[in-house]
């Protein structure tokens, strides 16, 4: 089973900037699909962007032109950049890898613990 470890949270105000790193336990050229999900207080876990080995990108219609999901090979990680935060961007997010299932794609294996972002003035 893959275990991944989210880092790279923090708070900032409206605006800024931040980004996401998750480090997979195994070679992350062997995981076909990633994403990010986001849980914030009160609500249900929600998928935020998917990445696939062949270098598709799917965002969720709230973070489209704002957030950018990509992967670095050589540093055996996958990246989440936000930018132009917003309150509602408040989150634990978590790093997951993905199946894709009948042209969904939806998360297996376990979850890490998360790294939260918190966007506030």
């Known amino acids: 089973q893959v275990h991944l470890v989210e880092s790279g949270g923090g708070s900032v105000q409206p605006g800024g900037s931040l980004t996401l790193s998750c480090v997979p336990s195994?070679?992350?050229?062997?995981?076909?699909?990633m994403g990010w999900y986001r849980q914030a207080p009160g609500k249900e876990r929600e998928l935020v962007a998917v990445h696939t080995r062949s270098g598709i990108t799917r965002y969720a219609d709230s973070v489209k032109g704002r957030f950018a999901i990509s992967r670095v090979d050589a540093n055996n990680t996958m990246y989440l950049r936000m930018s132009r935060l917003k309150p509602e961007d408040t989150a634990v997010y978590f790093c997951?890898?993905?199946?894709?299932?009948?042209?969904?794609?939806?998360?297996?294996?376990?979850w890490g613990q998360g790294t939260q972002v918190t966007v506030s003035s």
């Open positions: 997951s890898e993905m199946a894709n299932i009948n042209s969904d794609y939806l998360h297996i294996g376990s």
């Open positions: 195994t070679n992350i050229n062997s995981i076909t699909y």
